[in-house]
């Protein structure tokens, strides 16, 4: 062992003394007169892995804290899959690592691979090993095979970590429910049935129809468990400093391995707090921001995503309160905008979100998307537009329009949330649909995603404007969850022939297109963030400020648009996607035309 290794397992606090006296201060808070001794057993654990990391992980700790903006440059894409339904196994997916990288990838999301359940586990949102790779997927040294891999290419990790709840069978689990006291603590358990009553009534049901309730009755335990989402998913209680300590420790486990950042699964959840709905408490941000510390000492490079699918103002405070928590955080107010937008073919509501989505701060970035494998959420928006609007957007994408969406399952006074791939929302494949437009309105989509300022996410498929899978309805485990109507097989002879100029080729070459772009606004000196910049009712306008003139215009309606462009981008300019020159004075958009307009370099 070195002297610099030693001195690392000796002092974690010596090495970032702010980051350590943040810890202290967020585990003070959180768990009053046991802080000292969880301190002493967290910075234990920051010693240990500290002196286990890499080499390679330790430079690139080195390089992002040497350049602590590259969070905030443009075209760092991520891409987010099903391993299973993507490429079969992680090998599968080392193979296919030319394909993402073609597609200006530079950031992979699988969604879990970690060991879940057997049976049903929502996904593989129920894990029952944090420290095991699902076996149909591979294993622990293939995923570290795949970080490697990824590190030469320069591309990076992003893992889910199911934080808020594990499943039934976890090993926590099944001690608890063998009656261990330590481990039935690691759980919310009630064991007097009016006290569920109590809490339920400020609760809201995530799943209302396939898993009704916050809790659940289990036999072993003799005690009603909570379970916010499915009754196999038992939420940890995280005012037990063990439990903090434990889910640090799968952080730190695999951080080491190459994961360069987590998406933490239903961050807002964490914390409950009797007489709330239980979502967003300020624990729940002072326990991100306490990993964050902690991560600042043993793993620095490692970024947290929050996955927060919240209101807005619910989901700024995951950047951090009193100091710096998530890296990034989904932009789900502005991308559930920009559906409202297209079915009202207004763009009022995304000068909202935008204007709200500015006030993130300087250290974070928004993950911005345009379709993921959960649902969309129209309440999320409930602050910012009114009840008949929320309404109206719902029953549009429930199959009206153009669109070829469903319905999902909402709790009594909400609004059902959609789902359906972009593809089938735009109108894809919709018969009486034009079809050029549905294809422009998806390009439109993903060509704004791109021009913000933050990370932009592909959802697998998107690429080349695959559709629905209504195949879920004929398999019993999958066909009462809606929400496998957008989680396809991976098409590869759709890829195949894309590749070869046949069906997707367009929305395949616009893809690489964006990918190019947005990373070319980085040496375009093109930074900031998105400032609308209003335009009229149908044509989407932003700028992004903080660096050279950047405007970039995106009409929302089916019929072509004159819009006057304020000073200074009513000046001679190019459309950076097109290389097209746009002389100064009114602009004629066509219908769904999307131009990054910038001064000619
Ligand atoms: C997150 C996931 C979702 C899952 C839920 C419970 O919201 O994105 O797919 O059902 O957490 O883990």
Known sequence: MTIAADLRVAAPASSNPSAHRILEDRLTSLYGAVAPKLLARVDRALAQAAQARPEPLRALDAARQSDPDWISRSGETVYTFYVDRFAGDLQGLIDHLDYLQGLGVRWLHPLPLLKAREGESDGGFAVQDYGAVEPALGDMATLERLAAELRARDMGLLLDVVCNHTAREHDWAVKARAGDPHFRAYYRLVTDASEVTRWEEDLVDVFPDTAPGNFTYDADLKAWVWTTFYPFQWDLDYSNPDVFLEMLGILLHLANKGVQGFRLDSAPFLWKRAGTNSRNQPETYAIVEAFRAALEIAAPSVLLLAEAIESLDDVLP?????????????????????????????????????????????????LNYVRCHDDLIWNALAQYASADDLQRWSRFYDGGGFSDGRRFQTAPGGVPSTNGMASALVGIG???????????????????????????LIYMGDELAMGNDVAFLDDPARAKEGRWLHRPDMDWALAAGAEAGGTGSDVLATMRLYGRAAQALNAAGVAGRAIPVHLGAGVLGFERRGGQPFLCLANFTEEAQTVTRPAPYDAPGRDRLTGRDIPSGPLTLAPYELIWWSVVA
């Open 430 to 456: 919709k018969p009486g649909v034009d079809q050029a437009r549905a294809c422009a309105r998806l390009k439109l989509l993903y060509g704004v995603i791109h021009a913000l300022d933050g990370w932009p």
């Open 318 to 366: 995951f950047f951090g309160v009193s100091s710096a928590a998530c890296s990034l955080a989904y932009n789900n107010g502005v991308m559930t905008a920009l559906w409202a937008a297209l079915a009202d073919q207004d763009v009022g509501i995304v000068n909202r979100m935008l204007g709200a989505a500015a006030q993130r701060p300087d250290h974070g970035a928004w």
